[in-house]
């Protein structure tokens, strides 16, 4: 079973994204301008993996969305999921998109990765010049 929790192979380096959704096109408008989501549906969740990079060359890169049934209302969505006792159904669609335009998707994209095992997450830092 998955999880909403972003993965790879070796997990040399983990950490936290953050990003604001796009003032003109974001994930979820992309998905209803080619009717992939659908009334009565919410996206609730995104992921990006890039890889198997060699040489410095990005290779592939797969975008995937899951989709919600059952509610549009986010307010409504985050009671149905907060219920849910047994995983969250979803409904999986994988987008066909560069890096570049999955990024312009967002109006700012944020990513923090830190050597594993060190337990940075959150942690204040002092940085000089």
Known sequence: MESFKASV????WEGTAAAD????????????DR???HEGESLIATSLWVGE???????????????YAGQEKLEKVAA???AETQ??????????LTLEQF??????????L????????????????
Not at 59 to 66: D, G, I, L, Q, S
């Open 103 to 112: 990024v312009g998707l967002f109006k700012r994209f944020s990513v923090m």
């Open 35 to 37: 009717k992939l989501v």
């Open 21 to 32: 959704d796009g003032d003109q096109k974001s994930v979820e408008q992309h998905l209803r």
């Open 9 to 12: 192979q070796y997990g040399d």
């Open 114 to 129: 830190t050597w594993k095992g060190l337990h940075l997450q959150g942690r204040e830092y002092d940085s000089e010049p």
């Open 87 to 96: 995983p969250i159904p979803v409904r999986e669609v994988e987008l066909e």
């Open 80 to 82: 149905a999921i907060e």
């Open 53 to 67: 990079n060699h040489d410095g060359r990005i290779a592939r890169v797969f975008v995937r969305a899951f989709i």
